[in-house]
């Protein structure tokens, strides 16, 4: 099968793209805004650049209407974002908080998650997850029409205890749930050594 993406539907080349391209590490996203309502929404078009200095990306696209996501709104007015690591406790909770609640809905009370402040930010940071990467925003890239890449320096990390351990973090203690295509997500695949 070949096919030019120039000649199928947006939601066909999603399909395409999103089916290709697994597992996916999902960013949880803690944003605020510049009237102080904290947000969270998860993002799995993420990676991490570079490590000198610690950069990471995500891409939050417009919604349908063409409007952008507040997550994106957010981070244009404070230059701030928290990126949490998705484990098996809190995977519910980040599947909710993709519900598309109104910008002034405290995503942190509709999913349950406890805020914590940021150490380094004015976010706050989900005090469940097992890793938070507090970061500032360096560039937020528009793509076409359609699409953002937020970039991000990491200013602070922080690990639940029994995560960081001798400089390494321990994978197993993270459970950590990957996306997969469409609403699936991954956990616990088989890991091996080459
Ligand atoms: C696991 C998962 C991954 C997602 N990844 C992305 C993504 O990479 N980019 C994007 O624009 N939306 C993504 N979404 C959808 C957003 O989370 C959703 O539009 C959310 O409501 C945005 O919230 P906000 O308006 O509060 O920023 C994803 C949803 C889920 C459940």
């Keep these: 099968m070949e096919i030019n993406p120039t000649e199928i539907s947006v939601k066909e080349r999603y399909k395409l793209l999103s089916g290709s391209i697994l597992p ?4 949880f996203v803690s944003t605020i805004s510049k009237s102080g309502i904290p947000n969270l929404a998860p993002f799995s078009f993420f990676t991490g650049i570079t490590s000198d200095p610690p950069t990471i990306c995500f891409a939050p696209n417009r919604n349908s209407d063409g409007s952008k996501k507040d997550t994106l709104k957010n981070i244009e007015e404070t230059g701030e974002f928290a990126v949490h690591v998705v484990s098996e406790n809190i995977m519910e909770a980040m599947h909710k908080s993709a519900g598309g609640f109104p910008a002034d ?3 942190f009370t509709e999913t349950g998650l406890t805020e914590t402040p940021g150490r380094m930010i ?3 940071r989900i005090k469940e997850a097992k890793i938070c990467m507090e ?6 890239v528009p793509v076409a029409e359609s699409g953002f890449l937020v970039i991000g320096e990491v200013v602070h990390f922080y690990f639940a205890d029994g995560i960081w351990q001798d400089g390494y973090i321990n994978t197993e203690e993270l459970n950590i749930i990957g996306r997969w295509s469409g609403y699936n997500y991954i956990k616990n695949g088989e890991v091996f050594q080459i």
Excluded: D, F, L
């Design 24 to 27: 996916r590490p999902i960013a």
């Design 122 to 124: 004015r976010v706050p």
């Design 105 to 107: 809905v405290n995503e």
């Design 135 to 140: 970061c500032k925003s360096m560039q937020i």
